[in-house]
């Protein structure tokens, strides 16, 4: 597999990837006319919660009409063959996001709806995608997975750089970085070793310096004072959370998957470098291998240009855009084209099989961003979409609208409600929609 | 520089005058009066300005200390003239300064009585220094992005302990790079063929020569390849035809592949047959040209080596193109490119010879069954005593050769050593710096660092890598706490190349040079800087080349470090040279230049600084002031408050509205001039230097002259980069002091607080009658109870919940 004559580019060797990734559930592992729901083979909801930064021009998002006959907006636009399975919710506002200094907190914040304290070390709230793969991902080898497109902290002078480079944190106090080289993750996902002797090989050998290092670190903790102590408990626990992670690929297997190359690195054009992390969270469904992903499509403040798409403004200044029409216009180009990555993403969902449905079918993913008139530094109302119909728990195909003030935390606890993930409250939150 | 000279020596002479003699003419009444009379206006207990009220502190010199906190932050923006705020009556110079000077003065004669070194939580290796390790250990070159994830930074550095956390994401690539790492280091003949890509790092063309490559040859790039094992290998390179696209294959083209200089290939593309061919048969001659880049096989030894893909040269005559050339100094154009090459292998491999990496840690080899276990316990203990930064604990070895054991349990020695090395690099002892306290020690208590730990902050400070075997030999016998041989190190260590981590490390984060990467010039403003035309590179490679040279010189050279303001020379190649206007500077190389223009001299004039300063498409004087006062001054500004409008570009009647008349907005609003006042004319004395640091004489979208003339907070009247430049180092302890504090954060791992700040003022001041030469402030610096003390923290006292950090 990994001798090839002939150079194949990335594209190709991913669809590869897609053909030869054994499927979780392929049909045959299920006996024939049982009740889904009573086989151990029941889907699982799949959560994802796709960010943006600069928020989108909400004139060009939101689409006029409520309901069913909702119209779509040149932003969502690209979105269109997931209509059925789109839910588009107006009218939020996240009061933990809003600051003086937005772009140093949104992202951080966008999950968690807890304002931050104003101090360099990171402390808000724990985020729903982490709540999530408590739940989802205690029994799969990868509680969740972190991805960026970009590397480099936002920072700020009251708020540090905690929350400008991640949307996930695992508790309050501890964001959790995210990779934006595609390599990387192939190599963390399927992990190293040529072979599956090799792999097995290399994954005893993990084993054995795993448990001599933990026995290091406890003698270091005991020559260290109180402060000190906890950093190395978070060596520890780190110990304990890959030994388990190997258990778990030890007793289940990684399904007979058949690897493939991985990707080269980070690709030169933006456009690959998105469909190769979205084709990677898509791979991570598909094998089972996590059921919670975040994934920062561009961080905050970003400087990227879309030379793709011709427009050469850099990003955030482009999205001040004093509404100026023609400023306007590009950057509704911008964030029609992440849309339209998005759909990408989308389709290979949907062409999935898994169970009795598609994995789009079992997922629930949030399309959105932190922020609304990126002008105004706006928080309120945000653009947020859902996709997937969640294990038919979201009925899908509408466009809600909420009164001015509801809290961006409900539409989060809904969708864990949706995904059976029991949490009563999360930052301002005040229930749950029954409309979703 | 002589004229240097004598303006430092004045600088320090209004120093003096500002701390001690003038202070003296001033009681401590006057001083009260003037904060009365000019800062309690805003600042007092009904409007809060800033949740300040100086009316409710204690007006007695002896009250000061228990203020300091709030003291300090006062004292600093008086320095830095962002208070009393611009459009506001204001003291005189000689009062502001006078009061300063006093205040300090108290604050210092406290501190001096107790000592403060704070606390720097357990430090873990972060990326950089990790590569640097593994370079030191295993004589191997890694790309620190292959192996780790990205460390956070806090407070503009990547090694600030609190936030370098251990996550299972991290533990995992750190697991998996101990294991890459070991498996290189030892070499591995059983290694299955594996293909490893590599691109060329610059993005730009390639028709000139590259640095560091043969003479004779243009364009293409070079790699530290690791082969794991003695055998045969393959080459493949990116695709050069393209189907009805015979760019670039008008002209004959000799690519030639070498490893360790030697040729192991050489084949020609292009020309009128190859044209012919893809014009009239279409893909089945792209396929067979391209062929001839694909499966190049070719021997190598084990070990590291470098591998170039690279074209012959042709002279520009015999090239065809252009007669005047787009590029400077000539060159060849439409010619191929190597953008991305891949080595493949092993196949067929014949052992593992002796590798650099090898001969650095197998100094024995076991003949016999029976030599296997001491060579083992030889190899392993010294890695593990260098990884380690100390003596080994007893049992520790036998704990480390169990992984030996297991290693080579139905393997081999090699397999056995490769096991040993890998659990050493995945273990706490190496990822830690523990400065553990004294026995008896409690929270509360100062205790000094011991001579090991010491040896490891010296290291990391300033090499950013282990202590060598001489640092390591000298604080096993207990020598380093010996002022006068930790100067000696601190000398010894500042001439080793290793130092040149100062300024790669240290000083690109001071100035803030990783922001480069993120801004793309647009081509369309910019052509002369566009990073994906045709006709340059990309400018930015040799921005930073430059600032790394030139702070490497002041540094490792041992000069007065005002000289990174003043320095009449820089380090340039053609194409900087080119744009900075300078006409006789040839070829890819950097050498020292004499700079003809003063307006280019020190940081404000290299265009690396001015780039980062700037957007993509434009300048922007309001970032280049917050730089200024950022790095230069120390004295930042606050954040803009909310509901911020962007500039406007264009009046509604379509007029083009130049910088300065977009920055004239800023003061119709007296909340927005009380930074601006103090940024604007700062940014717009450079507005000569566009957005990409070239000069220029007019504003090009607006067409009007560009106007540096500004005004600065303490009333100077400035024109343009050489009046700023001089304004800014007039008292050249203010530029000392920003660069010892940005120094100190990056010696010690923590973020410097205001009951550092004495401190901070002393090793200004000692460096001051030294001239401020740079061996001088790293001495002081790492004789300062920061850098060798700690102070146990009382757990509810602990550092990390202190929310308002001085980080000047």
Known sequence: ?436 | MTSNGTRIALGLLVALAVTGVQSATRTPEAHWAMVDKYCVECHNTTDWAGKLALDALDHSEAAIPAEAETWEKVVRRMRGRLMPPPGEPRPANEDLDSFVGWMEGRIDEAAAKQVQPGYVPLHRLNRREYTNAVRYLFNLEFDPTSLLPQDDLSDGFDNVAKVLQVSPTFLDQYLSAARNVAVQAVGNPASRPVGTPYSNPSGGPQHNHVEGLPLGTRGGFAVEHIFPADGEYELNINDMAHALWVEGMEFENSLIAMVDGVKVYEVKLGGDEDQKAIDQKGDPSVDAINKRLKNIRFQAKAGQHRVVVTFRARTFAESDGRLAALVPGGGEERVLKVNNFEIRGPFRTDGVSNTASRSRNFTCYPQTAAEEKPCAEKIVATIARRAFRRPLRSGELANLLQAYTTGRTGRNFDEGVRSAVTRILASPDFLYRPETAPSGKTAGDVFSLDDLQLASRLSFFMWSSLPDDELLEVAAAGKLTDDAVLAQQVRRMLADPRAQSLARDFAFQWLGMGKLADIEPDPNIFPYAAVHRDIDGDLREDFREEIRQFVDAVFRGNRNVVELMTADYSFLNERLAVHYGIRDVKGSGFRRVQLPDPVRYGLLGKAGVLMVSSYPNRTAPVLRGAWILDNITGTPPTPPPPGVEALKEILPGGKILSMREQMAAHAHNKSCFSCHGVMDPMGLALENFDGVGRWREKDRLAETRIDAAGVLPDGAKVNGPIDLRNALIKNPDQFVRTLVTKLMIYATGRPMEWEDMPTIRGIVKKSAQDDYRFATLLTEIVKSPPFRMKQIPVEANLPAIRQAAVTQ
């Open chain 1, 1 to 436: 597999m990994f001798i090839t004559k002939k150079h194949l580019n990335r594209r190709t060797v991913l669809r590869g990837v897609g053909a030869s990734v054994a499927l979780p559930l392929l049909d045959a592992m299920i006996p024939a006319s049982t009740a889904l729901a009573a086989t151990a083979a029941k889907p699982a909801p799949r959560m994802g919660f796709v960010y943006f930064p600069h928020g989108a021009v909400m004139q060009q998002w939101s689409p006029a009409v409520t309901g069913k006959e909702f119209e779509l907006t040149k932003i969502l636009e690209p979105a269109a063959k997931h209509r059925a399975s789109m839910t588009i919710v107006s009218g939020l506002r996240n009061r933990g996001g809003e600051s003086n200094t937005p772009h140093a907190i949104i992202a951080g914040t966008w999950l968690g709806c807890v304002a931050p304290a104003v101090s360099h070390d990171p402390k808000a709230g724990t985020t729903v995608d982490q709540m999530a793969a408590r739940l989802l991902g205690a029994d799969t080898a990868f509680p969740s997975l972190e991805l960026s497109t970009e590397g480099g902290a936002v920072c700020d002078p009251a708020y540090g750089c905690s929350y400008g480079h991640t949307v996930a944190f695992r508790s309050p106090t501890q964001p959790l970085p995210m990779e934006f080289n595609p390599r990387k993750v192939f190599y963390r996902l399927f992990g190293q070793g040529d072979t599956a002797d090799e792999r097995n090989a290399i994954t005893s050998e993990t084993g054995s310096i795993l448990d001599a290092v933990a026995l290091d670190a406890q003698a270091l903790q005991k020559r260290l004072g109180a402060s000190d102590q906890a950093a190395v408990a978070d060596y520890l626990d780190s110990v304990r959370e890959i030994e388990r992670r190997i258990q778990k690929i030890k007793s289940e297997g990684m399904g007979g998957v058949q690897l493939p190359d991985a990707p080269v690195g980070i690709p030169a054009s933006f456009e690959e470098h998105l469909k190769l992390q979205f084709d990677m969270i898509a791979l991570a469904y598909q094998a089972n291998l996590t059921r919670v992903a975040t994934f920062m499509m561009a961080r905050e403040v970003s400087m990227r240009t879309y030379n793709n798409l011709g427009v050469s403004d850099a990003f955030h200044p482009l999205s001040h855009h004093q509404e100026n029409p023609a400023k306007i216009e590009k950057l509704v180009k911008v964030q029609n084209f992440h849309t339209k990555m998005f759909t990408g993403f989308l389709d290979k969902l949907a062409a999935t099989p898994d169970g009795d449905g598609s994995l789009l079918d079992h997922s629930i993913i949030l399309f959105g961003s932190n922020m609304s008139n990126s002008d105004r530094h706006n928080n309120d109302p945000l653009p947020s979409a859902v996709f997937g119909k969640g294990c038919g728990k979201i009925k899908g195909g509408q466009h809600l609208k909420y009164p001015q003030n509801t809290p961006h935390a409900n539409l989060l606890l809904t969708l864990l409600d949706r995904a059976g993930v029991p949490v009563e409250k999360i930052g301002d939150s005040t229930g749950t929609f029954a409309e979703v």
